[in-house]
């Protein structure tokens, strides 16, 4: 399976084989009644199998993406298919494969989870309920709630909730999984029981798609990543893809900065910034031995020289103009 290229704006650069995404949208655009662009051309490819992180600050479009996608909501324009069906033609077909989490399901506090889930169940009227019990436990199961199927919702930790919300989505067995957000509000230990319930779910083959403001949350569990900005899909690719195209930095430390600055722009470096005794600068196509060589021959004392790749974070700041919380 060939990866995808990054994208500058929005724009999936590599042609991949339709059937190979589990997503992919061309041009998905909402305009909002009130004038907003929620979300502006999204060109998604999610591979089937991957487990997609849709990173953007808060406000940014990953919700009403995640609407679009799932037909809850119509494009003003565009379109998209989810595992290889056109939407909303091939909804019938394929909605049933697919769990959503956007709005989590309203649980009855005084019920146990087992419970909540047949009342969820017994909701889905395409379903035997004859069956019920053995997709009950099999959802149980793969949450890691069969022990405490009997406790009432009141009595679950935050993390349980949440776990238990994914089994709601996980009665029938599916091929994607779209989860908005499914860590957010979570304590630590939550946060760590979701993560690794959504690692082990997509190590059985199913695909799935996060959203998050966390980058940390992608970097510990997604092989891939979109990043949404003002409505805009401004990178997607996997992570190394990601890493790799990241921009690197000549870093010098000098007693000369003004001197050592003004060689680094002869050379066509840019943006080129000085201070204390440490002038840095975009590489660019220049190669480091160029810029030392070229430092020496203008007699700058050279007491350090690194190249320093900018980390995703930094990269994301580029690319959003917005920091991400990094913790969690
Ligand atoms: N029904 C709506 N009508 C008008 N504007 C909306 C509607 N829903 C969302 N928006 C606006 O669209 C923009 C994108 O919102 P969205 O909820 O998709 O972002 P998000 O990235 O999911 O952020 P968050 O994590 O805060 O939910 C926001 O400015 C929001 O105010």
Redesign the pocket.
Known sequence: MSSPAFADHGTVQAVRDPAELAISSAGLT?R???G?V??NAVDLAVPAGSVYGFL????????????LLLGL?GPTSGSHELLGEPMPGGSARVLPRVGALVEGPAFHPYLSGRANLRRLDAADRTVDPATARVRIDAALDRVGLRAAAEKRYRHYSLGMRQRLAIAGALLRPRDLLIL??PT?GLDPQGTREVRTLLGTLAATGTTVVL?T?LLSEVEQICTHVGV?HL?NLVAQGTLSELRARSAARAEVETPTPERAAATLRVLGLSDVSSAGGQVSALLGDVEPEKVVAALVHADVPVRGFAVRRAGLEEMFVQLTGEGFDVSG
């Open positions: 909402k909002f009644r009130s907003q929620a979300v953007g600050p808060n406000g940014s479009g990953k919700t009403t993406t995640i609407r909501i908005d957000e957010n959203s403001h949404m409505g």
